[in-house]
Nanobody, 115 residues
């Protein structure tokens, strides 16, 4: 089965930056893409950004211009560079990977933006 090493979360002040990473292993076939979702307390999990193996990226309106998603195909690793962080970005961030067998999810990492 797919396993993930997800890291980079933590506490940061408004306006600060964090870089999340998620490395997927145990994948026996080429991936379609990877992505990041987040879930804040009392809210539904929402899309943050996705990226295809070919490098096509999509972002939620709330993070456009502030976050950048990238992928390292040989390592099956996805990154999320988060700049100009706002308190509204506080959430647990989950990576996922899409393969011909379906979608698998990481364990999540907490991002807290607060003064």
């Amino acid at each position: 089965q797919v396993q993930f090493v997800e890291s980079g979360g933590g506490l940061v002040q408004p306006g600060g930056s964090l870089r999340l990473s998620c490395a997927a292993s145990g994948i026996i076939f080429s991936i379609y893409g990877m992505g990041w979702y987040r879930q804040a307390p009392g809210k539904q999990r929402e899309l943050v950004a996705t990226i295809s193996r070919g490098g096509s990226a999509y972002y939620a309106d709330s993070v456009k211009g502030r976050f950048t998603i990238s992928i390292d195909n040989p390592k099956n690793t996805v990154y999320l560079q988060m700049n100009s962080l706002k308190p509204e970005d506080t959430a647990v961030y989950y990576c996922n990977v899409q393969t011909p067998r379906g979608t698998d999810w990481g364990q999540g990492t907490q991002v807290t933006v607060s003064s």
